[in-house]
Nanobody, 119 residues
Framework: QVQLVESGGGLVQAGGSLRLSCAAS????????MGWFRQAPGKEREFVAR????????YYADSVKGRFTISRDNAKSTVYLQMNSLKPEDTAVYFC????????????WGQGTQVTVSS
């Protein structure tokens, strides 16, 4: 029902910045909130940030607080993740996800975009 496509990943030096985008299509009216997650090799998937479409309320993992900013463009059905002061430990595949309500698990996932931070 909802398709998500991430873009903007790449290779950056430590201390640099990247801006990820997640474009949503399909039955986007069913989406209540959007989240960013990441998974490094050999590690479990971890939560990064989330945002509510209507209010713009945000929440961040402690590991990225103060460095990353999640935002949305409702008209374009697009969510962004601005990543500053990147560290090598930020290296991972980054996924965006869509949730149907404030209480539900995330229901739809993108295929991911690779972020690599070199030291």
């Amino acid at each position: 029902q909802v398709q998500l496509v991430e873009s903007g990943g790449g290779l950056v030096q430590a201390g640099g910045s990247l801006r990820l985008s997640c474009a949503a299509s399909g039955r986007t009216f069913s989406s209540y909130r959007m989240g960013w997650f990441r998974q490094a090799p050999g590690k479990e998937r971890e939560f990064v940030a989330r945002i509510t479409w209507s209010s713009g309320n945000t929440y961040y993992a402690d590991s990225v607080k103060g460095r990353f900013t999640i935002s949305r463009d409702n008209a374009k059905s697009t969510v962004y993740l601005q990543m500053n002061s990147l560290k090598p430990e930020d290296t991972a595949v980054y996924f965006c996800a869509s949730g149907m309500s404030a209480f539900s698990s995330y229901d739809y996932w993108g295929q991911g975009t690779q972020v690599t931070v070199s030291s």
